[in-house]
């Protein structure tokens, strides 16, 4: 049996707007359940443990798919994501691969999470896919290949895209803007359509530029993973 490991942010606080932020429910659900439904076995971690925050935008009824449906009904998946193991705790040795679902959150913790980084580094050196969807490709920017270069210099990468940043109003809100910041590192940031499925692999690197792109990440990285 594959394994993967999930990696979501624990940071719940939407800069110092006194909104709530997090990751989001499709971003997970979605790859979650495209992975285990073919036997995939899949582990939750976050940097502290527990409860990940959910980003209460993604619960609206506007935000649902078939897959945050199955997820809300699912007692069980979310006694397991109510129990997230520290990142800390986790290594690469016992994985095939790694995926970081989306929200806002990770552009807070994640894109600086030193644990973080380092496990991308281990997944790399050991030839193992790393996946990324909407936000969560900013956890690739302070990481390093093995080599002791940046993870996506050179590299065709995508994530939630300049526009649609400014289409949900927090263009001046998040720390930086996802785009920008894969293309200062050298990534070559490629995207589709605004809110459109769009996802790009390059190497071992697969990400996605939004939530609609979550499925199509996912089936790439189950394609990679050992049968």
């Not at 979605?30 to 995939?40: C, K």
């Not at 076995?41 to 940097?47: K, Y």
């Not at 990534?187 to 996802?199: C, I, L, V």
Request: hydrophobic letters at 40%; aromatic letters at 8%; a negative charge.
């Amino acid at each position: 049996m594959s394994k993967v490991l999930f990696v979501l942010t624990s940071h719940d606080q939407l800069g110092d707007t006194g909104h709530k932020t997090g990751f989001w429910i499709e971003e997970f659900a979605a790859p979650y359940y495209a992975l285990v439904d073919h036997g995939v076995s899949v582990t939750l971690a976050s940097p502290k443990g527990g409860q990940p925050p959910i980003d209460p935008k993604s619960a609206l009824p506007e935000s649902q798919t078939p897959a945050t449906a199955r997820f809300n009904a699912d007692t069980a998946l979310q006694a397991k994501l109510a129990a997230t193991l520290r990142l800390d705790a986790v290594c690469a040795d016992d994985f095939d691969a790694v995926f970081y679902p989306g929200g806002h959150g990770p552009l807070w913790d994640l894109a600086n999470d030193g644990t973080s980084q380092a496990l991308i580094t281990a997944f790399l050196a050991q030839g193992k896919p790393v996946a990324a969807v909407c936000h969560a490709p900013a956890v690739l920017l302070g990481a390093l290949t093995p080599e002791g270069k940046p993870v996506v210099a050179g590299r065709r990468v995508s994530g939630f895209s300049n526009s649609e940043e400014q289409a949900v109003g927090l263009a001046d809100v998040v720390p930086f803007l996802l785009e920008d910041a894969l293309q200062a590192k050298g990534g070559a940031y490629q995207r589709g359509p605004d809110w459109h499925s769009f996802a790009v692999e390059d190497g071992l690197l697969i990400t996605g530029q939004n939530p609609a792109s979550s499925e199509a990440v996912a089936e790439a990285l189950r394609h990679r993973l050992p049968h």
